[in-house]
């Protein structure tokens, strides 16, 4: 009798919202934020009035940026050593006061604005890595895009909603009103996360000093450098910061200056920036599974790039705003994209440092291309806005092609050949795995950092490492599964063979990348035929050893997040044999992480 395969199970994209601290999340960020866009659109209305200096509104804009060159980095280290939750909640609170006073410290000075946006800037920096650490201890590793896309909504979606009510009250009411609203703002956003549920403290050994802060510092710059994945999204991320400051700056004068547009065209220009932004989160809400994430990113870059360059050639402001919506648009799988990879690829612990990181070298860099579009009174506008657009283009292109986030096609046709070659099984001796091995791994998948002293011995004593010759195979299809394999160094291809000599879902893997998990956990055969392309470091880990490890709840993400991923991409009708891996194990593997962390958690109370 023919098995029939099962469907996978495809989570519904709200599924999220049936989360009580999810939805609690969501309301705090969407009324903060709109409170936070009321105050800055009304500092500038404000400065404007009184100074009738455009440089000064420039440097209020900036003011809210410079504060994370100073405060940023240290933030991370404290987000790491405390409640999450309540460093939420008091900075809030702290955010509450000091714009609730700003309409009392104009009276005295006008200039004491700045004073105050730059304090209220430095609290924030201990907010912003607190909840983007937050997310994935509230949405499972399977809701994590779809809650990134939803977040992203509240985040940037109500902007909208905090210009326009800033522009009413300026027109309307006197300007103080639009401080005291976000004040009140900030006070429900405190409101909503005090009943939040989730608690992500972490365990410190030591008391927090300056050696410990500057040493807690290194760790995560060191994480950062050390883990491929998170090194790679900053160094793509650092050129389209850039282009971002540029591209802001001159939206302005091309709507206005080259296109002829009035102020209200151009504020709705930006209002319907939005508006493409939320359609794009609600799309990667729905579709983020049909990819892996990584494509998302790379789809965002391509997309915003070719948007605006078709921006730069608008003739008329109609049209402008039509391919201005687009870049909206794409800017949310490349938002999602890059928040949920890093999510994904931080340790628990490490979480704080790893995103100040990227905010403080987001906001260096973005006020460099701020400055960068001062060069648009000398140089034509469409110029500079297409050259904001091609770094895009070529940042999408760059990314297309970075292992970890894309993967090249030389890469492919590689490990195409390799496969076609039909390889002996190679017939490399195993050594038995050293603590530099183990650091290596670590190096390359810094989650297994999180094990034990104890664990890593464990680790270490069942584990071996080959060195493999390029081109030989290391499992075939059908084979007999008893261990994984981690690429400590070199690169692999992977497909399934058809009988005639052709492979589908064909994929390449590089350092940090595993493979032979899903059989080796559910003691399934092989599916598929493992080929290396250049030599390679391999490091043998056994069932049972790589159960033990999935103890540490973040291991066991990583491992039940990548078997999703590698269904959900081998979910087609051509594939069906892969597409019904044992998806009873894998909802197993799901359900056990949060077992093990309530068992610690009982454990520890005891």
Same mark, same amino acid.
């Given at each position: 009798?023919?098995?029939?395969?099962?469907?996978?199970?495809?989570?519904? +994209?709200?599924?999220?919202?049936?989360?009580?601290?999810?939805?609690?999340?969501?309301?705090?960020?969407?009324?903060?934020?709109?409170?936070?866009?009321?105050?800055?659109?009304?500092?500038?209305?404000?400065?404007?009035?009184?100074?009738?200096?455009?440089?000064?509104?420039?440097?209020?804009?900036?003011?809210?940026?410079?504060?994370?060159?100073?405060?940023?980095?240290?933030?991370?280290?404290?987000?790491?050593?405390?409640?999450?939750?309540?460093?939420?909640?008091?900075?809030?609170?702290?955010? *509450?006061?000091?714009?609730?006073?700003? +309409?009392?410290?104009?009276?005295?000075?006008?200039?004491?604005?700045?004073?105050? &946006?730059?304090?209220?800037?430095?609290?924030?920096?201990?907010?912003?890595?607190?909840?983007?650490?937050?997310?994935?201890?509230?949405?499972?590793?399977?809701?994590?895009?779809?809650?990134?896309?939803?977040?992203? &909504?509240?985040?940037?979606?109500?902007?909208?909603?905090?210009?326009?009510? *800033?522009?009413?009250?300026?027109?309307?009411?006197?300007?103080?009103?639009?401080?005291?609203?976000?004040?009140?703002?900030?006070?429900?956003?405190?409101?909503?996360?005090?009943?939040?549920?989730?608690?992500?403290?972490?365990?410190?050994?030591?008391?927090?000093?300056?050696?410990?802060?500057?040493?807690?510092?290194?760790?995560?710059?060191?994480? &950062?450098?050390?883990?491929?994945?998170?090194?790679?999204?900053?160094?793509?991320?650092?050129?389209?910061?850039?282009?971002?400051?540029?591209?802001?700056?001159?939206?302005?004068?091309?709507?206005?200056?080259?296109?002829?547009?009035?102020?209200?065209?151009?504020?709705?220009?930006?209002?319907?920036?939005?508006?493409?932004?939320?359609?794009?989160?609600?799309?990667?809400?729905?579709?983020?599974?049909?990819?892996?994430?990584?494509?998302?990113?790379?789809?965002?870059?391509?997309?915003?790039?070719?948007?605006?360059?078709?921006?730069?050639? #608008?003739?008329?402001?109609?049209?402008?705003?039509?391919?201005?919506?687009?870049? %909206?648009?794409?800017?949310?799988?490349?938002?999602? %994209?890059?928040?949920?990879?890093?999510?994904?690829?931080?340790?628990?612990?490490?979480?704080?440092?790893?995103?100040?990181?990227?905010?403080?070298?987001?906001?260096?860099?973005?006020?460099?291309?701020?400055?960068?579009?001062?060069?648009?009174?000398?140089?034509?506008?469409?110029?500079?806005?297409?050259?904001?657009?091609?770094?895009?283009?070529?940042?999408?292109?760059?990314?297309?092609?970075?292992?970890?986030?894309?993967?090249?096609?030389?890469?492919?046709?590689?490990?195409?050949?390799?496969?076609?070659?039909? +390889?002996?099984?190679?017939?490399?001796?195993?050594?038995?795995?050293?603590?530099?091995?183990?650091?290596?791994? *670590?190096?390359?998948?810094?989650?297994?950092?999180?094990?034990?002293?104890?664990?890593?011995?464990?680790? &270490? %004593?069942?584990?071996?490492?080959?060195?493999?010759?390029?081109?030989?195979?290391?499992?075939?299809?059908?084979?007999?599964?008893?261990?994984?394999?981690?690429?400590?160094?070199?690169?692999?291809?992977?497909?399934? +063979?058809?009988?005639?000599?052709?492979?589908?879902?064909? #994929?390449?893997?590089?350092?940090?990348?595993?493979?032979?998990?899903?059989?080796?956990?559910?003691?399934?055969?092989?599916?598929?035929?493992?080929?290396?392309?250049?030599?390679?470091?391999?490091?043998?880990?056994?069932?049972?050893?790589?159960? *033990?490890?999935?103890?540490?709840?973040?291991?066991?993400?990583?491992?039940?997040?990548?078997?999703?991923?590698?269904?959900?991409?081998?979910?087609?009708?051509?594939?069906?044999?892969?597409?019904?891996?044992?998806?009873?194990?894998?909802?197993?593997?799901?359900?056990?992480?949060?077992?093990?962390?309530?068992?610690?958690?009982?454990?520890?109370?005891?």
């Amino acid at each position: 009798m023919t098995a029939v395969a099962e469907a996978p199970v495809r989570i519904s +994209p709200t599924a999220v919202f049936k989360k009580h601290d999810f939805v609690l999340m969501w309301v705090a960020q969407l009324v903060s934020t709109a409170g936070s866009s009321l105050t800055d659109l009304a500092a500038g209305i404000y400065v404007y009035s009184v100074t009738g200096s455009a440089f000064l509104v420039g440097v209020t804009l900036m003011a809210t940026a410079v504060p994370s060159l100073v405060v940023g980095l240290l933030a991370g280290v404290f987000v790491d050593r405390y409640d999450r939750r309540s460093v939420m909640i008091y900075s809030n609170l702290a955010q *509450a006061v000091v714009v609730g006073l700003i +309409p009392f410290l104009i009276g005295v000075n006008p200039y004491l604005l700045f004073a105050a &946006i730059l304090v209220n800037s430095g609290v924030k920096q201990f907010f912003d890595p607190a909840y983007e650490s937050l997310i994935p201890e509230i949405a499972s590793d399977d809701e994590l895009a779809a809650a990134n896309a939803f977040l992203s &909504i509240a985040s940037f979606g109500s902007t909208a909603i905090g210009f326009a009510g *800033a522009g009413l009250i300026a027109s309307a009411f006197s300007i103080e009103w639009a401080f005291w609203i976000d004040s009140l703002t900030f006070v429900f956003s405190a409101g909503c996360l005090f009943f939040l549920r989730v608690r992500s403290k972490m365990e410190v050994a030591e008391d927090t000093s300056v050696g410990v802060v500057i040493d807690n510092l290194k760790t995560g710059i060191r994480t &950062i450098v050390d883990t491929p994945i998170l090194r790679t999204l900053f160094l793509i991320g650092a050129p389209a910061f850039f282009a971002f400051g540029l591209w802001n700056v001159l939206l302005l004068p091309m709507a206005i200056k080259v296109l002829g547009g009035s102020e209200f065209e151009y504020g709705l220009q930006e209002g319907l920036t939005s508006v493409g932004f939320v359609a794009g989160a609600l799309f990667m809400a729905r579709y983020s599974d049909r990819l892996p994430i990584g494509n998302w990113l790379i789809l965002g870059y391509l997309g915003m790039g070719i948007g605006g360059v078709f921006y730069a050639f #608008s003739p008329t402001i109609a049209i402008a705003i039509f391919w201005v919506i687009i870049t %909206g648009f794409f800017n949310s799988p490349l938002s999602v %994209g890059r928040q949920t990879l890093l999510q994904r690829n931080t340790p628990r612990e490490l979480r704080g440092r790893v995103f100040s990181g990227l905010y403080v070298m987001r906001d260096i860099i973005f006020l460099l291309g701020m400055a960068g579009a001062g060069l648009a009174d000398v140089i034509d506008v469409r110029v500079m806005l297409l050259f904001s657009s091609l770094i895009l283009v070529v940042v999408g292109i760059a990314a297309a092609v970075t292992p970890g986030i894309g993967r090249p096609a030389a890469e492919w046709r590689r490990g195409l050949s390799a496969l076609r070659a039909r +390889p002996a099984h190679t017939t490399a001796t195993a050594r038995p795995a050293t603590v530099s091995d183990f650091d290596r791994l *670590a190096g390359r998948l810094a989650t297994f950092s999180l094990l034990s002293d104890t664990q890593r011995v464990a680790f &270490i %004593g069942d584990a071996h490492v080959r060195e493999v010759a390029e081109g030989e195979k290391v499992v075939s299809q059908g084979d007999e599964a008893t261990v994984a394999y981690f690429i400590l160094d070199g690169e692999a291809a992977a497909g399934i +063979p058809d009988a005639d000599g052709s492979y589908r879902g064909l #994929s390449t893997m590089g350092a940090g990348d595993f493979f032979g998990e899903i059989a080796a956990l559910t003691g399934r055969a092989r599916t598929a035929d493992v080929v290396v392309t250049q030599p390679t470091t391999l490091m043998e880990v056994p069932a049972e050893t790589l159960r *033990a490890a999935m103890e540490v709840p973040e291991v066991n993400k990583l491992m039940s997040s990548t078997v999703t991923e590698r269904l959900q991409r081998t979910n087609q009708p051509d594939l069906p044999r892969l597409a019904s891996m044992d998806r009873s194990a894998l909802r197993e593997l799901q359900r056990k992480a949060p077992e093990v962390e309530a068992q610690q958690k009982a454990a520890a109370e005891a």
